[in-house]
Structures are given as C-alpha cells and as structure tokens.
C-alpha cells in the first residue's frame, strides 16, 4: 500500500477524529490502498471512515474490501446500501451476494432494481466453476450499420456505467459478429461503417466453459476481454481481464494448497478460524501419518540387517530426502505444464521419455558425489559407499518417473493434479527407496 509512515499518520487523524483532513487526503488515494487502510481498522472505526468517502470511491473501495464486508452492509442504511449497489458493477455484485448470508443476500437484493435483480439471479444461476459465473452483462455493444460517429455517440451515452469501453461488441440480433477497439474507431474517418472496420475473428466462450480455461486464454492470447456467448452465438456477456487475474489467483492458491496437503479455502488468513483451519489441515496429516507407517514397517522388517551393519542407518534420512525431492521437481513441473495447457495425458509416453533421461542425468551426478562424500567424509568402505550410490541413482530415476507419472494419472482419472504432489509423492518414494536401499544392501554386503 503506502508507506508505514502514511499509515501512521491515517491512523493518527482516525484517532484523533480529524475526519475533514483523512478525508481529503483519501479523496487523493488509489482505492486498493484506501481497502488496505480500512482493513487495519476496527469495526466501528472502518464504518466510520467508509461513510467519509464519496460514493462512487466507496463502492470502488467496497468491491476490494477483503474483510467486515458483512459488517458494513449490517452498518450501512438502505439508502448508503443502495448508493453503494448502484455503483458496484454487475459481477462485483454476485461475487459479494454469493460469500454473504440469507439474510443480507435478501437485503442486498431488496435495494436493486428490479432489471438489475434479474440479471443477478441469471448470473448466481450459472455454476460457481464456469464463464457464466464469472461474466457481467454491462458491455458496450455496436451495430455493424451505424457510422464511426453514431458508435462514438452510443459510447459516451452508455460508457460510464459499463465494466469496458475499450473493447466493443457488434452484434445483430443479438447475434455477435465482430469486436472493435477504441484506438481503431479513432483512427477511422467518422462516415465509416462499423461492419467495414469490424474484426470478424472473434475469441468466444460459451457459459459452461471452465473458468480456468478461460483464464488461461487470457494469458495465452493476451487479452483485456472476452466474449461470451450461447448456443446460437448470442452475446450474453464479457468476462475482463480483472476477472481472469482473480481466477488465476484462486487457482494457484487451491493449487500451493492441495501441494501441501491442506484442504482448500477460499477464506483470507485472519478470517479463517482456528477450528476451521485444523479442518482443513487435519484429514491429510492423518492420511500421510497412516501411510508413513509403511515406512516403519519396511525397517522393522529389515531391523536384522540393519544391526548387521548400523552404518546403514545414518544413511537413511539423505536417501529419502533426496528422493522425496526429486519426485516434488518432477510432480511441480508437470502439474504447472498442464496447467498452462503444454502437456496432456496423451504425451506421457513423450514426458517418461523426457524424465528419464533428465533423472539418469541427475542420478549419475549425485551418485559419484554421494560415493566420494561416504569414503572421504563418513569414512565407510567402498562397499557401503557402492550401496548408497546406486541406491541414490535407482531411487533418483524411480522418483522422478512416478512425480512425472502420477498427476497425468490423476487427472486422466478426474482428480485434481496437484493432490499428487508433495508431501504425497514423498511418502510414496520414502517406502520405496527403503525397499531399494534393502535390497542392494542385502545383495552387495550379503546381509
């Protein structure tokens, strides 16, 4: 946001109730810095503030809060409520109406109009994971007959209550035809046909497309908008780039999420309890516990050969650690590949291929440096060194062919990628370079 003395110095006129000069300089503020002060306030403090903004600035801020948004709207009369709905562009809405309870959804809803009640309930009808979810029907649309003049016209008309006015939709019928931009009407004389000047090749989504498909067009094709449309190619809405970002977000988010083993939320930090939090986080522990004990059971069967040669056991935890890291680099870089769209399942003849001669690289390297560390720093006999260097290069190899293998498994089967990552695959490769471990162990020093 600004700087920790800016911050000092807002929260110094908050205290001291100096409410004409916070003002003024709020007025100056971007609004996501002023969303980020208002969140450092308490309740009746941020209440307080917010009534000092204008109202087109206030639900700008509003729509950014990442707390109390509840609160506010418990605080605000229906007349502020209203105010702040009616500047609020259309998705901002829904997005607000669906983290809300019955009773405030009932309120917020009692303050719209009636056109703009209906568009909401068309939009909250959608499902949570789709392009329908995510678009808004405030759009500036053309008609592919009207002059250069007459669309500027149109513009200036219906621009000011439109999410973009950058980027316009000619349509017949409702029927969408082309795209033009503001620089190209611009840079065209003022009696030219839209319909002449008009981009025909136009990137659309339906309603049910995946929301992380549409976001990734947006990164693909560098895009600032983009079209929805039905069955018979009617424009119905337009999904904007800050939309797309939020997506991105969220996913990435739910992604690091699963990659850690915690059951995704969609709830900032501070505004997670601790009850919930332990929900979330518990389930996985208790499954990876579970499955580490098939790691006890390995050297409980092995208990033998290892009081045979106790120098086997200080070698263990670099054994698994590598492995378990090896297979994280491989799972990390498939499940971003398929994210971005690069790799599908049925490359995964082409992905072994690429894995194994990448993991025979990284095993030779690590397995001549593991042999020399064991004779010259540890101070073992070639033997033991030979047992732990070909146990680093099988387990590297084994590794990173099932981090490359499982999340392509995962997602074939319709399971999100990105529960195979760590700490799953660690477990997984922890049991196995153990069993590896024991068994050139058992064969090179005739355990």
Not at 44 to 53: A, G, N, P, S, Y
Not at 224 to 231: F, G, I, K, R
Not at 299 to 316: K, P, V
Not at 349 to 355: D, F, H, S, T
């Amino acid at each position: 946001m600004h700087d920790n003395y800016e911050l000092d110095r807002l929260m110094e006129l908050v205290r001291e109730r100096k409410f004409r000069a916070l003002r003024e300089i709020l007025i100056e503020m971007n609004e996501v810095d002023i969303a980020g002060f208002l969140d450092e306030l308490e309740v009746d403090q941020e209440i307080l503030v917010f009534r000092l903004l204008p109202k087109d600035t206030a639900a700008e801020v509003f729509a950014y809060l990442e707390e109390d948004q509840e609160k506010l709207i418990e605080a605000l009369s229906d007349r502020e409520l209203r105010e702040v709905l009616d500047e609020l562009y259309l998705d901002d809405t829904v997005d607000l109406i669906e983290d809300m309870p019955a009773n405030l959804v009932s309120r917020i809803l009692r303050n719209t109009d009636a056109s703009t009640r209906s568009q909401i309930n068309q939009l909250l009808n959608y499902p949570k994971d789709s392009a329908g979810s995510l678009m808004t029907t405030e759009f500036v649309y053309l008609h592919p007959n009207n002059t250069v003049e007459e669309s500027f016209a149109r513009i200036r008309k219906v621009g000011l209550d439109k999410e973009t006015v950058y980027t316009c939709y000619v349509t017949a019928n409702r029927v969408l035809l082309g795209v033009v931009t503001v620089k190209r009407l611009l840079m065209s004389a003022y009696e030219t046909k839209i319909g002449d000047i008009m981009e025909t090749n136009v990137l659309s989504v339906t309603t049910h497309e995946d929301k992380e498909e549409v976001a990734q067009m947006f990164s693909k094709y560098d895009l600032t908008a983009l079209p929805v449309v039905d069955s018979d190619d009617r424009l119905i809405g337009i999904i904007t780039v800050d939309d797309a970002m939020d997506v991105m977000e969220e996913e990435a988010t739910e992604d690091i999420e699963k990659m850690a083993a915690i059951l995704p939320t969609d709830k900032p930090y501070f505004q997670t309890g601790v009850i919930e939090t332990w929900k979330h986080r518990i389930p996985w522990l208790l499954l990876l516990m579970i499955s580490a004990t098939f790691t006890g059971t390995i050297l409980g069967f092995f208990e033998e050969a290892l009081a045979a040669n106790a120098a086997l056991t200080l070698f263990i935890p670099m054994l698994m650690d590598t492995g378990g890291n090896s297979g994280g680099q491989a799972s990390v870089t498939i499940i971003r590949a398929m994210s971005l769209g690069d790799v599908e399942f049925s490359d995964w003849l082409r992905v072994i291929w690429k894995e194994l001669r990448v993991s025979v690289l990284c095993a030779l390297t690590l397995g001549v440096v593991v042999f020399g560390k064991v004779m010259v720093v540890d101070r073992k006999d070639v033997m033991v060194a030979g047992v732990v260097a070909l146990t680093i290069f099988f387990t590297i190899v084994i590794a990173k062919l099932i981090g490359c293998t499982l999340p392509m498994l995962a997602k074939r089967l319709g399971f999100d990628p990105a529960v195979m990552a760590s700490p799953f695959i660690t477990t997984v490769v922890d049991a196995l370079s153990l069993l590896v471990y024991f068994a050139i162990a058992t064969r090179i020093l005739g355990l």
